[in-house]
């Protein structure tokens, strides 16, 4: 089995900066996923880490340490549009399916 | 980029009715697709792999009985769920991604189609 976990809820102010962390425990490692979720949307990909370290794509940012077991998102320069779910997701090396954590609801405010 | 097409947005039964979702694969093969399914306010759970040509591969506690997965193509997968009651009422989204190009293919990043929203009366 594995365990993906997330906070639940985050707020922060429009502009501001903001870190969503997730930690997991999996077996067979295979790359962890960041995907946002609008409500009653699809989950649309945001950032990929497979390797220790940082990926920046424009005001995003993903980290992953796999000896911790641990990755984050960090946004920044929030806006409005940004309200929204993040969900974090580890791939099993063995069956390239995806398993998503508990998710974080991200509300950001003027 | 890879596009997924989900077929219907939204649906109303009534409870023991039987309802079939499409999931279409629109520019690209995908031997694998995935079904989720999403209750308000959580995240997504893996119901099962759909594999082409072959059975389903369900996780546990999903009644393969009554989530009944045919990927009879490389572009489509189905889902129907059968004898339906209120409480299957879901989001239900399938995924897929191309075929991995060689090694070192990188990401091979799941995109996700739009979902079908069930509510069962």
């Known amino acids: 089995g594995q365990n993906i976990d997330q906070p639940t809820e985050m707020t922060a102010t429009e502009g501001a900066i903001v870190q969503i962390n997730c930690t997991y425990q999996t077996s067979g490692f295979n790359g962890l996923f960041w995907y946002q979720q609008h409500a009653g949307e699809a989950p649309t990909f945001l950032s990929y880490?497979?390797?220790?370290g940082l990926e920046e794509k424009g005001r995003f940012s993903s980290f992953l340490s796999r000896s911790k077991g641990y990755s984050y998102l960090l946004l920044k320069e929030l806006q409005m549009k940004d309200s929204a779910s993040y969900l974090c997701a580890v791939r099993r090396m063995l069956f390239q399916k995806l398993v998503f954590g508990t998710g974080t609801r991200l509300l950001v405010s003027p | 980029g890879a596009v997924v097409s989900q077929h219907p947005s939204w649906v109303i039964c009534k409870s023991g009715t039987s309802v079939k979702i499409e999931c279409r694969s629109l520019?690209?093969?995908?031997?694998?697709m995935f079904w989720y399914r999403q209750f308000p306010k959580q995240s997504l759970m893996l119901m099962a792999t759909s594999n082409e040509g072959s059975k389903a591969t369900y996780e546990q506690g999903v009644e393969k009985d009554k989530f009944l997965i045919n990927h009879a193509s490389l572009t489509l997968s189905t889902l129907t769920v059968t004898s339906a009651h209120p409480e299957d009422s879901s989001f239900y989204i399938c995924?897929?991604?191309?075929?991995?190009?060689?090694?070192?293919?990188?990401?091979?990043?799941?995109?996700f189609g739009a979902g079908s929203r069930l509510t069962v009366l």
């Open positions: 995924s897929a991604s191309p075929l991995p190009r060689g090694r070192g293919a990188g990401a091979n990043v799941l995109t």
């Open positions: 520019d690209f093969q995908a031997t694998t």
């Open positions: 880490n497979v390797l220790d």
